[in-house]
């Protein structure tokens, strides 16, 4: 009976112990049947790697400067912490990039071109986890320099103590010719040993080099550098000497005392007289190369003025005919090495003889008359030829215009011979010879012009009732300037040039006041005259126009006169 019952009974465990059956739980949510109590979850931590698994991009690399991860050529860090707490770490299939925690030390190839290499990252979190790759370039190391920079060119700029340097740009095995710089080294030297003074921008093949002192030779050398390090061989030297506005003249100091000087780039730069208690002027200024010379006198002790010319400060007095008598030099010109000033020395009857000093002799030329003075006031040597343009006295003490070639007296005939006539400027242009200053005409008024080989040609003048002057004259292709002042109306002196017989004044400081042209160049397009113009105060301030735009000189003394009487521009 008991049995029957027991049969029929298990059966229905049977059934139930199926019933209640189901799939195997996963681990998280068994059921402890020790514990007291227990909480069924989800599985938060393989969401969380899962996330960021997914989240983790190239963005969150931090690269090297320059490099990318098509370019790699330097360390790089990968983050080793997700968002939700996981941690990652980073492994590569390649040697050229070993992981130390979450930084990439790379070793860039020397040999066999770039690497990609797979870098895998494995996200975990309380034993979940998941992986996921990126793929990266190693370049190969760069250990080729820049070619040798070539074509490297130095240019002075007129007018200004800078120079422009340009190159032919360089080449190298990695680095593209838009990402190279280029080191300039810059001495008074050769450059022999390279030593970096200016760096150009990326890609740059010229540069301007600025704030040079001048007169003064200047070398340079470049070479290219790419964006390993790496520089290439030094280009040939290359030199140029810088130039500038040069402006000769004087300036009166507190004693009232002339000094002797010249302006370069609107810097004062005095000259050593004989006596600095006496009087020193500059009437002509010569720059050739990096050597300055500026004639005219310097006073000795015994007030004579005495004839000669400093050559880079340095003063060098002229042999005169006669020691106690006073003797100038009006022009200067430096051919090859030699040195000629021409002027005039008084000689014992206290008369001037005109002549120039070639290498410091003395050599006198025919007066125009034996018994009266006459002047050199410029002087041009042109191949063998030596020109001497001037004036002198005739027996009725009129100055007679003229010029002298290679010793022979050329006179030339003027408006009224029995008025006087000056010759300031001479210039030679291939067979023709110019010669500029002034002619007086019948009612006793100065007409400005020159002689062109011979010929008298008057410029007009601002009014033909008043004087006007040429001091100086350029020949520039077919234009013929000449530079001096014309006096207006009101009797005053206005500063200006003539071109082609055109007259173009120039704005002074005061228009109440005078103004003069003492020397005119022309460079290309750009037309420089100096001289002087009066402030309001009535004071000669010295300076130069270019193009038509004052540039005054600071002088030693504001309340004093100073004067340019040459300028050069370099």
Known sequence: MKLTKIIKILPAILLLAMFCSTEEIPRDNELDPKADNYTVTDNADLQDVNTDTSNLSLADFTFGAGDNESSVTQNFSAPIYGDSGTSISWASDNGAIVF??????????TSGGDVTVTITATVSKNGETATTTFQVTVLMKDTTPPDQVTGLTATPVIGSSEINLSWTASTDDTT???????????????????????????????????????????????RAKDSAGHTGTPSAAAAAVTGGIFAGGFSTNSSGVFVAGYWKNGTWNALAPIDWAKSSRVYSLVVDGTDVYAGWYSTNSSDVEVGGYWKNGTWNALTPIDATKSSYVNSLVVNGTDVY???????????????????????????????????????????????????GYNSSFVSVPGYWKNGTLNALTPIDATKHSHVYSLVVDGTDVYVGGYSTNSSGVQVPGYWKNGTWNALAPIDVTKSSRVYSLVVDGTDVYAGGYSVNSSSLYVAGYWKNGTWNALTPIDWTKSSRVNSLVIDGTDIYAGGYSQNSSGVSVAGYWKNGTWNALTPIDATKDSYVNSIVVK
């Not at 130390?100 to 190839?109: D, F, K, L, S």
């Not at 810059?186 to 740059?204: K, P």
């Not at 006459?374 to 001037?390: C, H, K």
Request: with cysteine; hydrophobic share 35%.
């Open 341 to 391: 000033a021409g002027g005039s020395s008084g000689n014992s009857s206290s008369l001037f003889v005109p002549g120039y000093w070639k290498n410091g002799t003395w050599n006198a030329l025919t007066p125009i008359y034996a018994t009266k003075s006459s002047y050199v006031e410029s002087i041009v040597v042109d191949g063998t030829d030596v020109y001497a343009g001037g004036y």
């Open 100 to 109: 130390v925690g979450g930084t990439a030390m790379v070793t860039q190839p």
């Open 176 to 222: 593209a010719p838009e990402s190279l710089v280029y080191e300039v080294c810059i001495s008074t030297s050769s450059c022999d040993t390279f030593s970096v003074s200016q760096t150009t921008l990326l890609g740059e093949t010229a540069i301007s080099i600025t704030e040079l002192d001048a007169p003064v030779t200047y070398y340079f050398r470049v």
